[in-house]
């Protein structure tokens, strides 16, 4: 299965910055997927990121808060963006792929102060 | 859109117990069905999966789950627990009767701890 590289694994930001996460995956995938998990919450999709096209987003998600790049098929990134302490939170990518359905990278652990 | 219900919020067992624990999706078309667990401070691990062919579906750990069609149901089970299995288990879904539609659905979690 695929490979992912997810950095930084954890940042403490200032409120009303930016923070930009980086995925990289060891081989090239189509669909790359972007999640959230709040504290002791599940999962949530933030977007779907194709290469070549505008991401999708979730309802409850926008481009403005969250744009995606997605420059290539072994690549993504997801900026946070004017963040709140209520963006505190476990951030995922996910490519599919593979015998075992679908890899996550690591999180990118984020506390808002 | 596909939802998953996880009933089992918090369950506390002894160790050597049996477990079950639940797991319903809404949404009646083909589907790819996961288990994960999260262990305390660590990332997902796949459990297990169900693509197709045999509803009842071995995993790691002595983990096994098993598709029921009928009644959209894929619950998690093992026969006896141990303390190392403390952690949170999150069912999910991929509904792949949608067409270029791969994203997984995630329930809601059931933390699982384990009394020595």
């Known amino acids: 299965s695929a490979v992912i590289s997810q950095k930084p694994s954890r940042d403490i930001c200032q409120r009303g910055t930016s923070l930009t996460i980086q995925c990289q995956v060891d081989?090239?995938?189509?669909?790359m997927f972007w999640y959230r998990q709040q504290p002791g919450q599940s999962l949530t999709l933030i977007a779907t990121?194709?290469?070549?096209?505008?991401?999708?987003?979730e309802s409850g998600f926008v481009i403005d808060k969250f744009p995606i790049s997605r420059p290539n098929l072994t690549f993504s990134t997801l900026t946070v963006s004017n963040m709140s302490p209520e963006d505190s939170s476990i951030y995922l990518c996910?490519?599919?792929?593979?015998?075992?359905?679908?890899?996550f990278g690591s999180g990118t652990r984020l506390t808002v102060v | 859109a596909q939802s998953v219900s996880q009933h089992n919020h918090h369950v506390i067992l002894s160790e050597a117990a049996s477990l079950e624990l639940g797991c319903n999706y809404s949404?009646?078309?083909?589907?790819?069905l996961f288990w994960y667990v999260q262990y305390p401070g660590q990332h997902l691990q796949l459990l297990l999966k169900?693509?197709?062919?045999?509803?009842l579906v071995k995993g790691i750990k002595g983990f096994e789950a098993e598709f029921i069609k009928s009644k959209f149901s894929f619950n998690l089970r093992k026969p006896s627990v141990q303390w190392s299995d403390t952690a949170e288990y999150f069912c999910?879904?991929?509904?792949?009767?949608?067409?270029?539609?791969?994203?997984?659905?995630f329930g809601t979690g059931t933390r699982l701890t384990i009394i020595p």
């Open positions: 081989s090239q995938v189509t669909m």
């Open positions: 949404y009646g078309g083909t589907v790819n």
């Open positions: 996910s490519v599919v792929g593979g015998i075992y359905g679908y890899t």
């Open positions: 999910a879904v991929n509904d792949i009767s949608n067409f270029g539609n791969e994203k997984l659905t």
């Open positions: 990121a194709n290469q070549g096209s505008e991401a999708t987003y």
């Open positions: 169900y693509f197709s062919g045999d509803p």
